[in-house]
């Protein structure tokens, strides 16, 4: 079970950058708005963890103007799917194993 | 605030799992679980589905964050009895219509684009379309605020876009059906374009919806048989509407009950 736990990526290591990467693997780009609605965040906090994430390589950032408006919108990255995958996959065999 | 809540219960958690990982890893390391002991198994045995615990939320954090950000869950049983008792209304009106000009003898089965009674029907239908949209969106609307989720967000736009396309596409086909008075075609085409819609439209929303769709598709084979029309259309428009409505009123389709629990208990 030791390297089963070794498997799980630390960078996903909180409920907030699961939601992030949850969310930005079903839709093609998130704006920075609609995640911190759907996330229940605050704006520091969830802009720390999009951090964290972009710093990793996960995450990609697209910065444009909605008119006026300043709007950030966050892919996943390629890495950041597979990454994510095999998280996923790493946690269905931990709740799988059997002691 | 809920989102302080949110913050300080996952900083409170990480610091427990890694105190919690530590002893785990001393645990595992010091290969004590091997020994016979039945205690020290036991304990191992709890330690580990303690763990596998907290993994399996993790997952279903997962699980509902990917439905929430690409589904409109907030679906209401009432957006789809309203309509249907609206759509019953409407029909009943309809055949009332009928009847009046039949009795009059200004129709004979036969009717020219610009027949009164053409007129009326349309009329009809159109003022049972805003309505229905209207009560759908209202109370959709209603029960997403009641559930604290956001009321515009790109799923939902998603949903009304892939809503439309094929609605748009079946008013194309009416619109010729009235240019060429082909009115025999009107009911099964009005049927299958509706669940053309609502199967797409199953993507973004709950998926129970595909199956009202292929059973609205269904219902166009029997409407194209000649004064079959306006007992499928009741049927399809109506009481389908009016049973999948009470079918979704007891549930609460939000699968998000683990995200919005503290963890741990």
């Given amino acids: 079970m030791k390297d089963l736990i070794e498997a799980l990526d630390k960078t996903f290591d909180s409920r907030i950058r699961l939601g992030i990467m949850s969310a930005l693997m079903v839709n093609d780009a998130v704006e920075f708005n609609t995640l911190k609605e759907l996330l229940d965040a605050t704006d520091g906090n969830l802009a720390s963890h999009l951090k964290g994430l972009e710093t990793a390589g996960y995450i990609s950032v697209q910065k444009s103007f909605n008119g006026r408006k300043p709007m950030t919108r966050y892919k996943a990255t390629k890495q950041g799917r597979k990454a994510f995958e095999s998280h996923i996959a790493a946690l269905e065999k931990l709740i799988h194993f059997k002691p | ?265």
């Fill in chain 2, 1 to 265: 605030m809920g989102m302080d809540l949110f913050d300080q219960r996952s900083a409170l958690d990480l610091q427990r799992d890694r105190e919690f990982g530590l002893i785990f890893e001393n645990f595992i390391c010091s290969g004590i679980w091997k020994c016979k002991n039945p205690a020290l198994t036991l304990k191992y045995k709890v330690l580990c589905i303690m763990t596998q615990n907290q993994y399996s939320e993790d997952l279903a954090h997962i699980r509902s964050m990917m439905e929430r950000s690409s589904r409109f869950l907030s679906l209401s049983g009432w957006a789809g009895i309203i309509p249907g008792m609206l759509a019953l209304a409407g029909l009943a009106a309809a055949t009332w219509c009928i009847r009046q000009a039949k009795a009059t003898g200004s129709y004979d089965g036969n009717a020219s684009q610009d027949h009164p009674l053409v007129m009326q029907l349309a009329a009809i239908a159109l003022i049972v379309l805003a309505l229905s949209i209207f009560a759908s969106w209202y109370t959709c609307m209603r029960k997403a605020r009641l559930e604290k989720q956001s009321t515009w967000t790109p799923a939902i736009r998603n949903m009304l876009l892939h809503f439309a396309i094929p609605l748009m596409a079946g008013a194309i086909i009416v619109g010729w059906i009235y240019q060429k008075e082909q009115w025999q075609m009107l009911s099964p085409v009005l049927l299958s374009f509706y669940g053309l819609a609502l199967v797409l439209v199953s993507q973004f929303t709950l998926r129970s919806v595909f199956w009202l769709g292929i059973l609205e598709i269904a219902l166009s084979i029997p409407a194209g048989i000649t004064g079959w029309d306006l007992p499928v259309l009741a049927l399809g428009f109506g009481f389908a509407h009016i049973v999948y409505g009470i079918m979704m009123l007891p549930l609460n389709p939000t699968s998000t009950p683990l995200s919005t629990s503290p963890k741990g208990d």
